[in-house]
C-alpha cells in the first residue's frame, strides 16, 4: 500500500509541475494584452533591446508560472554573445539580465 501511495504522490508532482510553467501561445497574447493582464510582445521585446543596443532577438516566450506571467527573451549581440532577460509580464520589470556561458 505505501508503494502505491508514494507512486501515486510522484505522479501527482510530475503531472502538477508541467501546470505551474507552461508556455502561452502567440495567438493568446492579444487577448491578455487587451484584458490588461500583461504587456505587449513588442514592448517587451523593445525593452530587451534597449538593454542590449545592437543586438537580435532570437526567440521570445511567454511563459505563464504559478505567480503570474512571464516573459523570457532571447538576444545575441553582433560578436556572437547571448542574452535571456526575463521580465514580469504585468509591470514589465526586468526579473534577471543573464549572459549565456
Known amino acids: 500500500m505505501k508503494t502505491l501511495t508514494a507512486l501515486f504522490t510522484a505522479a501527482a508532482l510530475t503531472l502538477s509541475a508541467g501546470v505551474a510553467l507552461a508556455d502561452v501561445r502567440v495567438d493568446q497574447i492579444p487577448q491578455l494584452v487587451k484584458?490588461?493582464?500583461?504587456?505587449?510582445?513588442?514592448s517587451m521585446n523593445a525593452e530587451a533591446l534597449k538593454l542590449h543596443p545592437g543586438?537580435?532577438?532570437?526567440?521570445?516566450?511567454?511563459?505563464?508560472?504559478f505567480n503570474g506571467y512571464e516573459?523570457?527573451?532571447?538576444?545575441?549581440?553582433?560578436?556572437?554573445k547571448e542574452f535571456d532577460v526575463d521580465f514580469d509580464a504585468t509591470t514589465g520589470k526586468v526579473l534577471s539580465n543573464k549572459q549565456d556561458t
Not at 55 to 65: E, M, R
Not at 71 to 80: I, M, P, R
Open 71 to 80: 516573459y523570457e527573451v532571447e538576444l545575441k549581440t553582433a560578436d556572437g
Open 55 to 65: 543586438a537580435t532577438i532570437t526567440d521570445t516566450d511567454l511563459d505563464n508560472h
Open 35 to 42: 484584458e490588461g493582464k500583461i504587456k505587449s510582445l513588442e
